[in-house]
């Protein structure tokens, strides 16, 4: 018996075309609703992305105090990539205390250091909160689980902590402030703080268990006694 042979048949652009519809027929899908779906804007760069969850008016901070600078490079050193290949992220490093008069810089430079590392290439989830606003969202009330909501904030590979010491002293704002701030200093989790208030004052305010590990974790960095917001307002 002789067997035909049997040349590969291609199908041209319409056949193509007709195959495309037979498939999207058999599950259903509207073709013409698939040529009505708008295009897939471009994704985010990681710098846009930080500045989308930045208050507008620390969108352009730039981090430039010596001892900032020191602390973002050694955060960036620090910083191990998940698995071969992936970029690098931010994990454990050294933590600052940023101590000032009111307007003298400090938040600016905190959230500056925040673009410095994003803009360094190494990939950074952060988080930025007031104290007062910290323990305002901790306080336990009805449909709130705080418990979960101190373990997340705990957790933070980066963590912002906005007017250390401005909220009133009660002994639940030492005790959570003790319990978050344990956590970071026995899992090297880097955090940013800034307050208005001199470390004997900090004691007073906060105790002595909490000032104790801050001064283990922290490097303090004094900020000139100038508020340059009245600075520049004057200028």
Same mark, same amino acid.
């Given at each position: 018996m002789r067997t035909r042979n049997r040349e590969p048949q291609l199908l041209g652009s319409e056949g193509a075309v007709d195959r495309m519809a037979q498939i999207l027929a058999a599950r259903n899908i509207d073709p013409v609703r698939i040529d009505a779906l708008?295009?897939?804007?471009?994704?985010?760069s990681p710098l846009d992305a930080l500045l989308t969850a930045m208050p507008p008016r620390y969108q352009a901070a730039v981090a430039d105090h010596p001892q900032v600078l020191d602390w973002v490079r050694q955060v960036v050193e620090a910083a191990v990539a998940p698995s071969r290949g992936a970029r690098r992220q931010v994990t454990t490093g050294p933590s600052l205390l940023m101590a000032g008069v009111v307007g003298a810089g400090k938040t600016h430079q905190a959230y500056g250091a925040v673009r410095r590392l994003v803009q360094?290439?190494?990939?950074?989830?952060?988080?930025?909160? #007031?104290?007062?606003?910290?323990?305002?969202? !901790? %306080?336990?009330?009805? @449909?709130?689980?705080?418990?979960?909501? $101190? *373990?997340?904030?705990?957790?933070?590979?980066?963590?912002?902590?906005?007017?250390?010491?401005?909220?009133?002293?009660?002994?639940?704002?030492?005790?959570?402030?003790y319990r978050l701030i344990n956590r970071r200093?026995?899992?090297?989790?880097?955090?940013?703080? #800034?307050?208005?208030?001199?470390?004997?004052? !900090? %004691?007073?305010?906060? @105790?002595?268990?909490?000032?104790?590990? $801050? *001064?283990?974790?922290?490097?303090?960095?004094?900020?000139?006694?100038?508020?340059?917001?009245?600075?520049r307002a004057a200028a």
């Open positions: 708008p295009d897939e804007p471009e994704p985010f360094s290439g190494v990939g950074v989830r952060w988080r930025a909160t #007031t104290a007062a606003d910290l323990y305002a969202e !901790l %306080r336990p009330r009805p @449909g709130a689980d705080s418990e979960r909501e $101190l *373990a997340a904030v705990s957790r933070c590979p980066l963590l912002i902590i906005d007017d250390l010491g401005a909220a009133k002293a009660s002994e639940w704002v030492e005790e959570v402030t200093y026995n899992y090297e989790l880097p955090t940013l703080i #800034t307050t208005n208030l001199a470390i004997k004052d !900090l %004691r007073a305010y906060l @105790g002595d268990r909490v000032t104790s590990r $801050l *001064a283990q974790m922290t490097t303090r960095v004094e900020f000139e006694q100038v508020d340059r917001r009245r600075h």
